[in-house]
Structures are given as C-alpha cells and as structure tokens.
C-alpha cells in the first residue's frame, strides 16, 4: 500500500516537472524556472521520498511546522532547501532562525517584518533570501505590499539598511478569479511590471529580480508570463488534509 502512493507521489513530481518543461519549450521561454514543492500539512516521508528522486526545493506555511521538519530531515536531506511561503507574524521570526537548510522566506511584506530578520539572522555565514509579497490583486484579506510606493520603499529598506538580507525577488498569490483565466493573468502581468519598476528605480540589472508566482491551478499561465519560481502543493501530493 505505501509503495503505491509513494510511487505516484514521484509520477505526479515529474508530470509536474515535465510541464514545466513543455510550456518553457514551447513558449520560448527566456528564464530558468524552480519548482518549490509545497509540503505543508504534508508528512515527511512524502518529503523523503522526493527528496530521493532528487527533488530539493520544498515550501511551507506554518513556521512551527517548518521548524519540525526542518530539525527532523536535517540528517536525511542534508541538501534540502525550505521555502517559508506563508503569512509571517512578527513574534514567531525569530523562529525561522533556527531552521536549518532554510532557502527562502517568500513573504516579506513589511519593514517590521525585514528589520526582524535582518537582526535574527545578522550571524549566519551568508545573508537570508527573502522576496518581498507584493498584494497584486488588491484583496483586503491577502498580505503584500499595496502599489509601488509601498514595494519600492520596502525593496529599498532591504537593499540599503538589511546587510543579513538578500533581495532575492518579488512573490504574488493572486486571486482565485484571476487564476482560472487560461491565457493570462492580471495579476502575473502585475508583478512582472513591479520587477521593472523596482529594478529600474534601485538601479538593478533588468530581470535581475525573481518572480514567484503560479500554483497548481495556474503555474503554465505563470511561467508564459515571465515566472522563475512556481509553488506547486496538490498537484503533486494529492489534496492537503487538515485533520491529522
């Protein structure tokens, strides 16, 4: 019985990664693109197992679950990379500090927020990739940044006064509505305009900037539009389960 969903687990990764392939192929797309599998509420054999069909860049929500798998997988993926994804309140930061092999924090959305990672993590050997979660579809109840003055001044605090922190992109969920649209997405198209705005007003190399952005549902529609980083969770392990 495990065998069988393990094995489907590592078919359903590829078929992942085999689109990804295709749409880059046939679009004649310029970038490289990540594939972060997200892992939350996920058990960790699942994590184990793609990890051994060499898969290394997984996502998480929840800090205090991140924390766990982090400490529990250290032996067994040495080379894991862990992207935080989720929403982050300013008492649980300093947590993030502890988790080993941690990658990424995608959702940075306040100077609060990046003055405290900043400083938690001002003695590690190289600085913490963060990308700043910019609110591209204006919904009241997401987290990010609103507008360009908001993005700029927020970029702009990491560059110049974040010494423990490398501005590593921008990142966007988007709305439910735009995401089911099959040719292109507001939204996408959004991000890929605040990346030229930021870039041009920091005085970056252009494209210099990550963008993360695309799920399950819309990942194609993402990477046409200039995604560098996609954020797949059910397509790859099946639905989430929130009961155990």
């Not at 998480?60 to 679950?65: A, F, H, K, P, R």
């Not at 970056?204 to 952005?213: C, D, F, N, V, Y």
Request: proline share 3%; hydrophobic share 35%; glycine share 4%.
């Amino acid at each position: 019985e495990n065998q069988d969903k393990m094995s489907s687990l590592t078919k359903n990764l590829k078929r992942v990664q085999d689109t990804i392939t295709k749409v880059i192929s046939t679009h004649s797309c310029p970038q490289k693109v990540r594939l972060v599998a997200v892992s939350k509420t996920k058990p960790m054999e699942m994590i184990q197992e793609l990890y051994k069909n060499d898969h290394r860049h997984f996502g998480e929500n929840y800090i205090q679950e991140l924390c766990d798998k982090s400490t529990n997988l250290a032996t067994s993926c040495p080379d894991i990379k862990w992207h935080f994804i989720g929403h982050l309140q300013s008492n649980k930061v300093k947590l993030l500090a502890n988790v080993k092999s941690l990658y990424c924090v995608e959702t940075v959305d306040r100077i609060k927020i990046a003055t405290l990672l900043n400083n938690h993590f001002d003695d590690q050997e190289n600085p913490l990739n963060v990308m700043i979660q910019v609110n591209t579809s204006n919904e009241s109840q997401k987290g990010g940044t609103n507008g360009q003055d908001d993005t700029l001044k927020l970029a702009s605090f990491i560059v110049k006064d974040c010494p423990s922190l490398r501005l590593l992109g921008l990142m966007t969920i988007g709305s439910t509505i735009n995401s089911a649209k099959d040719e292109s997405n507001p939204d996408f198209d959004a991000l890929v305009d605040m990346r030229s705005f930021i870039e041009s007003s920091l005085k970056l190399k252009p494209s210099s900037l990550e963008l993360s952005m695309g799920m399950s549902s819309d990942f194609d529609v993402a990477i046409r539009a200039g995604s560098t980083n996609v954020r797949v969770g059910s397509t790859i392990f099946g639905q989430r389960n929130y009961s155990s």
